[in-house]
Antibody, heavy 121, light 112 residues
Framework: EVQLVESGGGLVQPGGSLRVSCAAS????????IHWVRQASGKGLEWVGR??????????KYPASVKGRFTVSRDDSKNTAYLQMNSLKTEDTAVYFC????????????WGQGTLVTVSS | DIVMTQSPDSLAVSLGERATINCKSS????????????LAWYQQKPGQPPKLLIY???TRKSGVPDRFSGSGSGTDFTLTISNVQAEDVAVYYC????????FGQGTKVEIK
């Protein structure tokens, strides 16, 4: 069974940094791209970044809203992906989901339960 | 960026009736080299992560009931829920994966 488990969320002050993790199991982690999607309370879904598989050179992509502040990385030896968030703003407050794209450039076919990041003073 | 616009924002349907959700992209998401539309639909119930229902605009994910169907091409797409059941109450999102990733704003489906 495919499982994605996020951790590391919490309360951080504006301007601060936080790293959240995504532990994967039940599939060949190294073959899949991993994406991060966030959802503010009562709002819709917003994609915040992707890291490709080793076969696709671990290429990363980000939307303009987080580019330069957020970094997606992975450690295939630990079956874990990371989202490093710097210069956090109050509007970054959201549940952060990690998701799997098993084909490399396809739909997001499995999702974790999410971890809550709150940016507040 | 490709903007995805769903309509309506919400709809109320009687049990057993049909629900139709539309999604329009700001540019074509049909990739000419493989003739595939890079469009997926997700269902999200309260307190849960989204769940993939449909991909490549019309391919149902294994295990998804066949009352869910997707159609459309280019810039205009539709998710149809035939014979709506109580467990279909949720928010539905369209999602393009043609260029980076963007989602529609969501459509809330309720029972009338």
């Amino acid at each position: 069974e495919v499982q994605l488990v996020e951790s590391g969320g919490g309360l951080v002050q504006p301007g601060g940094s936080l790293r959240v993790s995504c532990a994967a199991s039940g599939f060949t982690f190294s073959d899949s791209a991993i994406h991060w999607v966030r959802q503010a309370s009562g709002k819709g879904l917003e994609w915040v970044g992707r890291i490709a598989s080793k076969g696709n050179s671990y290429a990363t992509k980000y939307p303009a809203s987080v580019k330069g502040r957020f970094t997606v990385s992975r450690d295939d030896s630990k079956n874990t992906a990371y989202l490093q968030m710097n210069s956090l703003k109050t509007e970054d407050t959201a549940v952060y989901f990690c998701t799997r794209d098993s084909s490399g450039w396809g739909p997001l076919d499995n999702w974790g339960q999410g971890t809550l990041v709150t940016v507040s003073s | 960026d490709i903007v995805m616009t769903q309509s309506p924002d919400s709809l109320a349907v009687s049990l057993g009736e049909r629900a139709t959700i539309n999604c329009k992209s700001s540019q074509s998401i049909l990739y000419s080299s493989n003739n595939e539309n890079y469009l997926a639909w997700y269902q999200q119930k309260p307190g849960q992560p989204p769940k993939l229902l449909i991909y490549w605009a019309s391919t149902r994910k294994s295990g998804v009931p066949d009352r869910f169907s997707g159609s459309g091409s280019g810039t205009d797409f539709t998710l149809t829920i035939s014979n709506v059941q109580a467990e279909d109450v949720a928010v539905y999102y369209c999602h393009q994966y043609y260029d980076l990733r963007t989602f529609g704003q969501g459509t809330k489906v309720e029972i009338k």
